[in-house]
Protein backbone atom coordinates (compact mmCIF):
# COMPACT_ATOMS: atom_id res chain seq x y z
CA UNK A 1 0.00 0.00 0.00
CA UNK A 2 0.96 3.50 -0.53
CA UNK A 3 0.58 6.78 0.92
CA UNK A 4 -2.63 8.50 -0.60
CA UNK A 5 -2.84 12.31 -1.05
CA UNK A 6 -6.32 12.55 1.39
CA UNK A 7 -4.44 10.51 3.70
CA UNK A 8 -4.13 6.45 4.91
CA UNK A 9 -2.84 4.54 2.43
CA UNK A 10 -4.06 2.56 -0.74
CA UNK A 11 -3.09 0.22 -3.68
CA UNK A 12 -5.16 0.19 -6.87
CA UNK A 13 -6.65 -4.02 -7.27
CA UNK A 14 -8.52 -3.13 -10.84
CA UNK A 15 -8.45 -0.44 -13.95
CA UNK A 16 -11.03 -1.49 -16.84
CA UNK A 17 -9.44 -2.10 -20.00
CA UNK A 18 -12.43 -0.79 -21.47
CA UNK A 19 -12.15 3.06 -22.08
CA UNK A 20 -15.03 5.82 -22.22
CA UNK A 21 -13.67 8.31 -25.05
CA UNK A 22 -14.02 11.95 -24.05
CA UNK A 23 -16.90 12.59 -26.35
CA UNK A 24 -19.41 10.79 -24.57
CA UNK A 25 -18.62 11.35 -21.33
CA UNK A 26 -19.84 14.64 -19.25
CA UNK A 27 -18.29 17.67 -19.91
CA UNK A 28 -16.05 17.58 -16.48
CA UNK A 29 -14.02 15.28 -17.95
CA UNK A 30 -10.63 16.07 -19.33
CA UNK A 31 -10.26 13.58 -21.35
CA UNK A 32 -11.33 9.52 -21.87
CA UNK A 33 -11.61 7.11 -18.64
CA UNK A 34 -11.27 3.48 -17.60
CA UNK A 35 -14.92 2.05 -17.19
CA UNK A 36 -14.57 1.37 -13.60
CA UNK A 37 -11.60 1.46 -11.16
CA UNK A 38 -10.99 -0.17 -7.66
CA UNK A 39 -8.43 0.34 -4.92
CA UNK A 40 -7.98 -0.98 -1.54
CA UNK A 41 -7.76 1.62 1.51
CA UNK A 42 -6.37 1.56 4.71
CA UNK A 43 -7.39 4.25 7.29
CA UNK A 44 -5.49 3.00 10.74
CA UNK A 45 -6.11 4.22 14.18
CA UNK A 46 -6.78 8.35 14.56
CA UNK A 47 -6.14 8.91 11.03
CA UNK A 48 -8.16 10.03 8.51
CA UNK A 49 -9.39 10.98 4.95
CA UNK A 50 -9.47 14.45 4.42
CA UNK A 51 -12.20 15.80 2.62
CA UNK A 52 -12.51 15.62 -0.93
CA UNK A 53 -14.46 14.92 -3.82
CA UNK A 54 -14.52 12.64 -7.02
CA UNK A 55 -15.75 13.82 -10.44
CA UNK A 56 -17.22 10.08 -10.70
CA UNK A 57 -20.01 8.19 -8.57
CA UNK A 58 -17.71 6.08 -5.72
CA UNK A 59 -18.97 2.91 -4.08
CA UNK A 60 -17.25 2.43 -0.93
CA UNK A 61 -17.06 -1.73 0.56
CA UNK A 62 -15.86 -2.68 3.97
CA UNK A 63 -14.05 -5.41 4.40
CA UNK A 64 -12.37 -5.33 7.86
CA UNK A 65 -11.42 -3.59 11.27
CA UNK A 66 -13.91 -1.99 14.33
CA UNK A 67 -15.92 0.03 11.20
CA UNK A 68 -15.45 3.10 9.35
CA UNK A 69 -17.62 6.38 9.11
CA UNK A 70 -17.73 8.29 6.18
CA UNK A 71 -19.41 11.44 5.97
CA UNK A 72 -21.21 13.04 2.94
CA UNK A 73 -21.66 16.80 2.08
CA UNK A 74 -22.89 18.29 -1.08
CA UNK A 75 -25.74 21.61 -1.32
CA UNK A 76 -28.49 19.24 -2.75
CA UNK A 77 -29.10 16.56 0.22
CA UNK A 78 -26.78 18.48 3.31
CA UNK A 79 -25.19 16.29 4.90
CA UNK A 80 -25.27 12.12 5.71
CA UNK A 81 -22.92 9.91 7.52
CA UNK A 82 -23.00 5.92 6.38
CA UNK A 83 -21.93 3.80 9.13
CA UNK A 84 -19.52 1.11 6.85
CA UNK A 85 -19.41 -2.47 9.22
CA UNK A 86 -19.57 -6.51 8.90
CA UNK A 87 -21.93 -6.61 11.51
CA UNK A 88 -25.43 -6.13 10.19
CA UNK A 89 -26.09 -4.16 13.76
CA UNK A 90 -28.99 -1.15 13.10
CA UNK A 91 -26.94 2.07 11.32
CA UNK A 92 -24.27 -0.38 9.87
CA UNK A 93 -24.08 -0.81 6.39
CA UNK A 94 -20.87 -2.99 4.31
CA UNK A 95 -21.48 -0.66 1.32
CA UNK A 96 -22.19 2.99 0.80
CA UNK A 97 -22.57 5.35 -2.61
CA UNK A 98 -20.89 8.32 -2.98
CA UNK A 99 -22.57 10.70 -6.27
CA UNK A 100 -20.00 12.51 -8.18
CA UNK A 101 -19.37 16.00 -6.76
CA UNK A 102 -19.85 15.48 -3.10
CA UNK A 103 -17.68 16.30 -0.32
CA UNK A 104 -16.21 12.98 1.31
CA UNK A 105 -14.76 11.90 4.53
CA UNK A 106 -13.94 9.02 6.40
CA UNK A 107 -12.32 7.91 9.55
CA UNK A 108 -11.58 4.55 11.66
CA UNK A 109 -15.13 4.38 14.03
CA UNK A 110 -13.03 3.06 16.70
CA UNK A 111 -9.18 5.24 16.99
CA UNK A 112 -7.61 2.02 18.13
CA UNK A 113 -8.71 0.06 15.61
CA UNK A 114 -8.70 0.38 12.06
CA UNK A 115 -10.75 -0.29 8.57
CA UNK A 116 -10.00 -1.84 5.20
CA UNK A 117 -12.44 -0.77 2.46
CA UNK A 118 -12.16 -0.73 -1.19
CA UNK A 119 -13.77 2.06 -3.19
CA UNK A 120 -15.00 1.52 -6.79
CA UNK A 121 -15.24 4.65 -8.78
CA UNK A 122 -16.90 4.59 -12.18
CA UNK A 123 -16.42 6.00 -14.41
CA UNK A 124 -12.76 4.95 -13.43
CA UNK A 125 -10.88 7.06 -11.17
CA UNK A 126 -8.07 9.81 -12.17
CA UNK A 127 -6.01 11.86 -10.27
CA UNK A 128 -7.17 14.83 -12.53
CA UNK A 129 -10.74 13.97 -11.18
CA UNK A 130 -9.56 14.39 -7.61
CA UNK A 131 -9.96 17.80 -5.89
CA UNK A 132 -8.76 18.04 -1.54
CA UNK A 133 -11.18 19.69 0.57
CA UNK A 134 -9.83 23.14 1.54
CA UNK A 135 -11.09 24.57 4.69
CA UNK A 136 -11.71 28.07 4.70
CA UNK A 137 -13.83 27.33 1.19
CA UNK A 138 -15.16 24.44 2.61
CA UNK A 139 -16.41 26.69 5.95
CA UNK A 140 -17.15 29.53 3.62
CA UNK A 141 -19.97 26.94 1.88
CA UNK A 142 -21.03 25.12 4.77
CA UNK A 143 -20.46 27.16 7.81
CA UNK A 144 -22.89 24.92 10.63
CA UNK A 145 -20.52 22.27 9.70
CA UNK A 146 -17.76 24.04 10.76
CA UNK A 147 -15.90 21.58 13.70
CA UNK A 148 -16.43 18.92 11.51
CA UNK A 149 -14.63 20.50 8.44
CA UNK A 150 -12.38 21.37 10.71
CA UNK A 151 -11.78 17.93 12.07
CA UNK A 152 -11.50 16.64 8.69
CA UNK A 153 -9.14 19.00 6.76
CA UNK A 154 -5.62 19.35 7.33
CA UNK A 155 -3.44 22.88 7.54
CA UNK A 156 -1.56 22.94 4.28
CA UNK A 157 2.65 24.57 4.63
CA UNK A 158 2.58 27.72 2.99
CA UNK A 159 4.08 27.53 -0.34
Request: with cysteine; proline share 7%.
Amino acid sequence: LAPHAEGGYFAETYRAELTIPHQVLPGHYAGARRACTAIYFLLDGEDFSAFHRLQSDEIWHFYSGEGLDLYVMDDERGLGIHHLGNSLDPGRVPQATVPAGSWLAARPSDPDSYALVGCTVAPGFEFADFELGDRAALVARYPAHRELIASFTRVRPLQ
